[in-house]
């Protein structure tokens, strides 16, 4: 019935024209942002570009049909853009991360756009519900966590500060996978984010690279007897650009997200499909497809393997060969390529991209070694995202020369001229010399790629002010003590667009209606709303607020999973990938300790709390995976325990990403920043988190350490170990068992999770995660547990005066400002980059 009315009203629209008396064929109508421009061009995409009427049209159709109304405007904005920066000669930033963890394209397209209320509208006057199609679209899930999600906040700032700017990645076919949950444990499913095509990109055939890999070099000497070296691959793969615009906020700036496609060249071993040998020929079209065909799964954790090496290396040369064509395009000479392009290595993922820059000047554009280093070493700057020690990438110098034997010959060429001068330097220092080399050595040797950024960058810089500290301090000491003028700190920051405008609009609009909306562009704006918090009407529609969006989280929740929760508890959220630095289990300890606590005295009084704990396990990754399913374990029992009678429950909300992240975020009233000190480089959930409201219990790791410094100490849960105080009880042998047997609420806990309490008696299910926490736990979670019980009760003290937790709430999101990403962008203009913006002006 419902549909038949709609497809009357699309019908009778479409065959009455435009509707509103003006001229359809308006060449300055055909992008307009009207209401009746953009339902014409809704209705021309369904018939024109799909070739769809609305008797037949799926929700599919009608979201593709708006997508490309939207992508119409964005590619106006686009083309402008990018023919100012090639008239004006722009200096151009380019960012090169692995992943790119961007989340859905529409709403937060028509936000930038600003005409949001406006397609609303339209859709309405068709029929449709806009939110409804919204929801159909799936996530380009192109990242693991926040290292794709930063470069997703940062390529919205650089349009939205209207830098010229472009994102080189890789297009996935397969992103990170799709969670569910069986019987309490983790289950992966391929993420076939493209199977219903994506409107968003436009493949550019015609921009593609070829890219070597494998085989030898041979050498020879030119006519003028210079050295010379030439890569005779094994494979050659071919490389295409799809384009995804990335509009700014209410600016013109269209930047461009430039990921790279691999394919079988376009002489495919001809031979063999000749001769007849069809499998063979295919064979060698699947081994190009295979480049780009998943992104791996693992955070905070290498992969050696080398199918992940050649990602890399793949990603890498098509953008610089890239650069390096739109440099030369340009009429620029190739000796001054470093001051066009200025390159972000997004850790060492594409640290390749040194040797590869080295190898196109010398080996291509025949520049002498000197020249070509001082090229190179002026182009590059490096972002160092971890200290986790099985993060820091190496490869395996064998895997490494068998994949790229060039580049192999020129890390040692730079690895050798590198140790002469640190000889010198450092006086024959053999200890250091050997810690800074580009070469491990051990039983196998292998290449150090955090070293090959440091040595190829201008500078280095860690994401929160503590991590850039401990950088200095620990895994890049060396390098610091020898080139100090190269480290800074760059400390994460997320677009408010996504993280409130379009995650949050009820307390943006809330927002907005005090202090207009500037703060949307300005984050610091949001200082003006310190005095509101003493505003009881205001803290009332505070409240009101988070009070809706977790209803909306309880419909969802219960939908999914068919948990009921109660709005009115206390929502308390942890959600990340699952690993053991965040500490999840820590958030397990302290739910079971509760729980027993209400066991044995069932009339306590105690504050109501829901536990929502959502993240991905890396597929490989025993604990993690264990992890989850004691969540889920622990959940089972507690939520249908009658003693407890529903006063705390324990949700696990599969398959953590964007979209949800969205729907989360907005509904907590506590934020859990767990990770040992030392440990989460920055973190960028709890700053999504606080801006939204939710108060945080966390560890001084991080940026939790600057968002506490901002909000004010006593507006922040703070517990346990320092990173100093870390680092001391590691050294001086940490003894868990001793934590263990004189706490007899921490003994309780283990005895009952070892006991097969929450595991239908099984008592071997858990033992893995509990040996480990007993006997070799890097992550000193009985060293902390104390210390988190005794906060949780400090915030179920707080939580019980809803009046001062509204003033604490609104005074926290207050004091956010500084954790936009447009702040740290800004930044990276002016201390790294020296870029500037460049306004785009449509004609
Ligand atoms: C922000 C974000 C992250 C990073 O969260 P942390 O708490 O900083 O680890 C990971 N995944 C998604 C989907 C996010 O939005």
Redo the contacts with the bound molecule.
């Keep these: 019935m419902k549909k038949k009315v709609l497809a009357d009203k699309v019908q009778a629209d479409a065959t009455n024209g435009n509707g509103n008396g003006h001229s359809p064929y308006l060449e300055d109508s055909r992008t307009g942002l009207g209401v009746d421009t953009l339902k014409r061009a809704i209705r021309n995409n369904l018939f024109y570009v799909q070739g769809k009427f609305p008797e037949i049209a799926t929700r599919n159709d009608y979201y593709m049909a708006i997508a490309y109304a939207v992508r119409d405007r964005l590619l106006q904005r686009w083309v402008a853009s990018v023919k100012q920066y090639i008239q004006e000669k722009h200096r151009v930033v380019a960012y090169l991360s692995a992943e790119y963890?961007l989340?859905p394209h529409l709403a937060n397209n028509l936000i930038n756009l600003g005409i949001y209320k406006e397609t609303e509208q339209a859709c309405k006057e068709l029929g449709l519900d806009l939110e409804w199609l919204i929801e159909k679209e799936v996530e380009p899930g192109l990242g693991?966590?926040?290292l794709g999600?930063l470069a997703a906040c940062y390529m919205d700032s650089l349009a939205t500060l209207e830098v010229p700017a472009i994102g080189y990645g890789i297009r996935y076919q397969f992103g990170i996978f799709e969670q569910d949950i069986r019987d309490g444990w983790q289950v992966e499913d391929t993420d076939n984010w493209l199977r219903r095509g994506n409107p968003w990109e436009i493949a550019r055939r015609e921009l593609s690279y070829d890219i070597k890999f494998g085989g030898y070099v041979q050498t020879y000497l030119d006519r003028a007897g210079k050295l010379c070296f030439n890569w005779i691959p094994e494979l050659v793969v071919k490389g295409v650009a799809y384009d995804t615009p990335i509009l700014g906020y209410k600016v013109n700036t269209a930047n461009t997200l430039r990921l790279w496609k691999s394919e079988a060249p376009h002489s495919f071993d001809f031979q063999s499909f000749n001769a007849g040998d069809y499998n063979s020929a295919v064979n060698s079209k699947i081994i190009c497809e295979n480049i780009s065909k998943v992104l791996y799964p693992n955070d905070e954790q290498i992969e050696g393997k080398r199918l992940r090496l050649q990602q890399q290396y793949f990603f890498v040369s098509c953008s610089l060969q890239d650069m390096i064509g739109i440099h030369l395009r340009q009429g620029e000479k190739i000796h001054d390529f470093h001051k066009k392009f200025v390159v972000q290595l997004n850790d060492t993922h594409p640290a390749i991209g040194v040797a590869e820059l080295m190898r196109l000047l010398m080996d291509v554009h025949q520049l002498e070694w000197e020249e070509a280093w001082d090229i190179t070493s002026k182009t590059f700057a490096y972002t160092n995202h971890t200290l986790l020690p099985e993060a820091l990438e190496t490869w395996d110098l064998q895997l490494f020369g068998s994949v790229l034997p060039r580049h192999l010959q020129l890390i040692y060429e730079i690895n050798r001229r590198f140790v002469d001068y640190a000889t010198i330097k450092l006086y024959g220092n053999h200890q250091k010399i050997s810690s800074l080399s580009l070469i491990g050595e051990g039983p196998r040797k292998y290449i150090k790629m955090a070293n090959l950024a440091c040595l190829g960058s201008f500078a280095i810089n860690g994401v929160a002010a503590l991590h850039s500290e401990l950088l200095k301090k620990t895994v890049l000491k060396d390098w610091y003590e020898l080139m100090p003028h190269k480290f800074q700190n760059k400390t994460n920051g997320?677009t408010p667009r996504r993280w409130m405008v379009l995650a949050n609009p009820e307390l943006t609009n809330l927002i907005s209606g005090k202090i207009g909306e500037g703060w949307i562009k300005n984050l610091h704006e949001l200082k003006q709303l310190e005095p509101f918090a003493d505003d009881p009407e205001f803290r009332k529609e505070w409240m009101q607020v988070k009070f809706n969006k977790k209803k909306a989280l309880a419909k969802r929740i219960k939908k999914r999973l068919g948990v009921d929760v109660d709005p009115n508890s206390m929502f308390d959220i942890l959600?990340?990938?699952i690993h053991e630095y965040?500490r999840q289990h820590l958030k397990v300890l302290h739910i079971i300790t509760l729980y027993n606590q209400i066991k044995k005295n069932p009339s306590m009084d105690v504050v109501p709390r829901t536990f929502i704990f959502a993240?991905k396990a890396a597929p490989g990754y025993r604990k993690a995976k264990l992890m989850i399913k004691l969540i889920n374990s622990v959940g089972e029992i507690v939520n249908n325990d009658p003693d407890i009678n529903g006063r705390i429950k324990v949700v696990f909300y599969p398959n953590?990403?964007?979209t949800?992240?969205q729907k989360i975020y907005p509904a907590a009233d506590v934020s859990e920043?767990i990770s040992t000190a030392g440990k989460?480089a920055?973190?960028?959930?709890?700053m999504?988190l606080s801006l939204n409201g939710a108060l945080t219990v966390g560890t001084l790791d991080g940026a939790n350490v600057e968002i506490r410094e901002c909000v004010g100490e006593e507006n922040f849960f703070l517990f346990g170990l320092t990173a100093d105080e870390v680092a001391k009880v590691k050294s001086e042998g940490y003894k868990p068992w001793d934590y263990y047997s004189e706490n007899p609420n921490l003994k309780e806990v283990i005895d009952q999770i070892n006991s097969g309490y929450f595991s239908h008696l099984d008592s071997k299910v858990f033992k893995e995660l509990t040996d480990s926490l007993l006997y070799d736990d890097q992550y000193l979670l009985f060293a902390d547990y104390q210390s988190y019980i005794d906060t949780q009760a400090k915030v179920e003290e707080a939580f019980k005066d809803q009046d001062k937790w509204a003033r604490m709430s609104i005074l926290n999101t207050a004091r956010m400002g500084k954790f936009s990403s447009d702040r740290s962008i800004r930044e990276y203009c002016d201390e790294i980059w020296k870029v500037e913006s460049v306004p785009v002006t449509l004609d």
């Excluded at 920055?682 to 709890?686: I, L, R």
Aim: charge should be positive.
């Design positions: 963890l989340g693991n966590g926040g999600r997320v959600v990340k990938r965040k993240g953590y990403n964007v949800n992240a920043q989460e920055s973190g960028t959930g709890n999504k």
